[in-house]
């Protein structure tokens, strides 16, 4: 029984195009994000979502957009992808946006472009 | 202020032997402090956390060390295993808007 997953786990497409990762979990938490993991490991918080309000919003650029159609999705839309845009990005939950839950991620969706 | 800094980038240890990471912040009002380990491939899991009202906590071979007037908090991974190999990350945060603050990560390797 996976808690966060998130689809696809690879994809690998050209610049300029506009793609799409899904991400779903089972918990019943309330919150969802989405974080980048560049080459170097380094994780960055892209978005954050509580009971499909969005409530953190990190300085990504705007063809980043996150779409929560209820509180157990939480996907990513990427338009106009640029090579820059390369990292691995991953899907995480936790019961609520208090300090001190756990947060589970997915697997993690390696985005490559070319 | 919003920083956790954590060191070294990398560490190779030999089975058996003791893996140290350290972490240190600035910002006072954090409240809690994880660790979180990440396996090639895999997406991080916490592995263990502390709050400021404890100078340490112990979870298996897994301690963490907190000094709360240093501002400092270190993982102590006892026995270290060729399994305990992966990236270790600790993180900080604080209040009702919940954003993790990471360190930088720390690769380890455990040699046979």
């Known amino acids: 029984d996976t808690a966060v997953s998130q689809t696809p786990k690879y994809l690998v497409t050209q610049m300029g195009n506009d793609k799409s990762i899904k991400c779903e979990q089972n918990?019943?938490?309330?919150?969802m994000y989405w974080y980048k993991q560049d080459s170097k490991k380094f994780l960055k918080i892209m978005f954050s979502y509580n009971n499909k309000e969005l409530i953190i919003n990190e300085t990504v650029p705007n063809r980043f957009s996150p779409k929560s159609p209820d509180k157990a999705h939480l996907n990513l839309h990427i338009n106009s992808l640029e090579l820059g845009d390369s990292a691995v990005y991953f899907c995480?939950?936790?019961?609520?946006?208090?300090?001190?839950?756990?947060?589970?991620f997915g697997e993690g969706s390696w985005l490559t472009v070319v | 202020q919003q920083q956790v800094k954590q060191s070294p980038q990398s560490l190779i240890v030999q089975k058996g032997g003791i893996s140290i990471i350290n972490c240190a912040y600035e910002?006072?009002?954090?409240?809690?402090f994880p660790w979180y380990q990440q396996f090639p491939g895999k997406g991080p899991a916490l592995l263990i956390a502390i709050r400021p009202d404890v100078s340490e906590k112990k979870e298996g071979r897994f301690t963490i060390s907190f000094n709360k007037s240093a501002k400092q908090f270190s993982l102590h991974i006892m026995d270290s295993q060729p399994g305990d190999s992966a990236t270790y990350f600790c993180?900080?945060?604080?209040?009702?808007?919940?954003?993790?603050?990471w360190g930088a990560g720390t690769k380890l390797i455990i040699k046979p």
């Open positions: 993180a900080a945060s604080h209040g009702s808007n919940y954003q993790l603050i």
């Open positions: 995480a939950s936790s019961q609520d946006p208090i300090s001190g839950n756990t947060i589970y």
């Open positions: 918990l019943g938490h309330d919150t």
């Open positions: 910002n006072t009002a954090f409240d809690y």
